[in-house]
């Protein structure tokens, strides 16, 4: 563990890769307190605790949300891989730190442009730069390793 906090490379992108993980929490808390204030719950218990299983049903909010929390596991999960091991190939401090930045604000424009529903194609772009940034260093994952398979 030491070793690894020893590289500047790997140190920036648990950076980056911790702020992603703390937006994911943050919408996940979102989820939970627009079922309250809408009243739309996933569990007949959650509804009856909340005035009737009537309220067991979806809200166009809610499910905004989930998508966003959805859309953001499908993606940033695999940059924490992809950026993990990208980190371990000994990329250079600025070129690495610019992938995983702009990674990194994609996704917080994909989460913008999701909640607050934005002009097409506003979401469409920050996914796919942030799929860019994460395709390339898949690539430089692949190339340093190929010689190996
Ligand atoms: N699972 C995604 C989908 O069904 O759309 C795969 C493609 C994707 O992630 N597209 C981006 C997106 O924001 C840009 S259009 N999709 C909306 C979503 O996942 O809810």
Same mark, same amino acid.
């Given at each position: 563990?030491?070793?690894?906090?020893?590289?500047?490379?790997?140190?920036?992108?648990?950076?980056?890769?911790?702020?992603?993980?703390?937006?994911?929490?943050?919408?996940?808390?979102?989820?939970?307190?627009?079922?309250?204030?809408?009243?739309?719950?996933?569990?007949?218990?959650?509804?009856?605790?909340?005035?009737?299983?009537?309220?067991?049903?979806?809200?166009?909010?809610?499910?905004? +949300? *989930?998508?966003? #929390?959805?859309?953001?596991?499908?993606?940033? @999960?695999?940059?924490?891989?992809?950026?993990?091991? &990208? !980190?371990?190939?000994?990329?250079?401090?600025?070129?690495?730190?610019?992938?995983?930045?702009?990674?990194?604000? +994609? *996704?917080?424009? #994909?989460?913008?442009?999701?909640?607050?529903? @934005?002009?097409?194609?506003?979401?469409?772009?920050? &996914? !796919?730069?942030?799929?860019?940034?994460?395709?390339?260093?898949?690539?430089?994952?692949?190339?340093?390793?190929?010689?190996?398979?």
């Amino acid at each position: 563990m030491e070793t690894l906090l020893n590289n500047q490379v790997f140190c920036c992108f648990v950076f980056y890769a911790v702020l992603l993980v703390i937006k994911m929490y943050i919408i996940s808390i979102i989820v939970g307190q627009l079922r309250l204030r809408k009243k739309a719950f996933a569990n007949p218990e959650d509804a009856l605790r909340h005035g009737g299983v009537q309220f067991m049903r979806q809200d166009p909010d809610v499910e905004r +949300a *989930r998508r966003a #929390h959805l859309n953001d596991i499908e993606n940033i @999960l695999p940059f924490l891989f992809i950026g993990a091991v &990208y !980190s371990l190939t000994g990329p250079s401090l600025f070129v690495a730190r610019i992938h995983f930045l702009v990674f990194f604000l +994609a *996704r917080l424009m #994909h989460s913008v442009a999701y909640f607050f529903a @934005l002009k097409p194609p506003t979401r469409s772009v920050s &996914y !796919s730069i942030g799929q860019i940034s994460c395709f390339l260093m898949a690539v430089q994952i692949l190339m340093m390793v190929a010689s190996f398979a």
